[in-house]
């Protein structure tokens, strides 16, 4: 398996990870927010973005954003190739975009929300707390980003204040990496790092945002 930065030549996968995501929310029966191919894109060309490959094959992604002056950052839209999951590749892209967001925003919060018992085990053993949504970004980028979630009436009802996702939050800057089994698919395994502020350009688990 192959996990590293995503570049501006991975656009070409844009489109069929935004599908991933219209799939699996079907399948799952619960929100996802909806993406857009040219946002996932520029994720990637910004270097804000983690992509896995098995086999030379399209494995899954995950994507950092920032709010707030950079003083909070969310790990979102944990996608895993469906034939795939269940053996550890969306473990090994958390750890890579968790890791790629504490070099990046060292002094940030890492937040997410999620519907998805997997991610919530993951974010647990990388140190995340459950915290009531009011802990986390009162950003109105971020929470707009919600409007194409088919719960998003439930979420407006409360004020914001609670929906069907959990909130978890990360905000122990010194505390050390939690190191996490990366599968071995019988592929040559590449470290997802070193990442770097701004990274060289050589290059169904979902999370609403993770």
Not at 80 to 105: C, D, H, M, P
Not at 143 to 164: A, D
Request: glycine content about 8%; aromatic content about 10%; overall charge negative.
């Amino acid at each position: 398996m192959t996990i590293r930065v995503a570049t501006e030549a991975d656009a070409q996968y844009a489109e069929q990870l935004c599908q991933w995501y219209v799939e699996s929310a079907k399948t799952r029966g619960t929100g996802i927010a909806k993406r857009e191919p040219d946002y996932v894109a520029q994720k990637m060309a910004s270097g804000d973005g983690i992509i896995a490959f098995v086999d030379d094959e399209l494995a899954g992604f995950c994507y950092i954003e920032t709010f707030d002056d950079k003083t909070f950052v969310v790990n979102s839209g944990l996608i895993v190739n469906a034939g795939i999951r269940k053996g550890g590749v969306g473990r090994a892209i958390k750890q890579a975009v968790f890791e790629l967001s504490r070099t990046k925003y060292p002094q940030a919060k890492i937040f997410g929300i999620t519907t998805s018992l997997a991610v919530m085990k993951i974010n647990t053993d990388l140190g995340y707390e459950p915290v009531t949504f009011s802990e986390l970004t009162t950003s109105e980028d971020f929470w707009k980003g919600c409007k194409s979630c088919k719960n998003y009436g439930i979420l407006m009802e409360n004020e914001r204040k609670m929906c069907l996702c959990t909130g978890m939050l990360y905000d122990t800057p010194e505390k050390q990496l939690v190191q996490v089994q990366v599968p071995d698919f019988a592929a040559h395994i590449t470290p997802p790092l070193p990442i770097g502020t701004d990274p060289a350009p050589t290059p169904s688990a979902t999370d609403s945002a993770l």
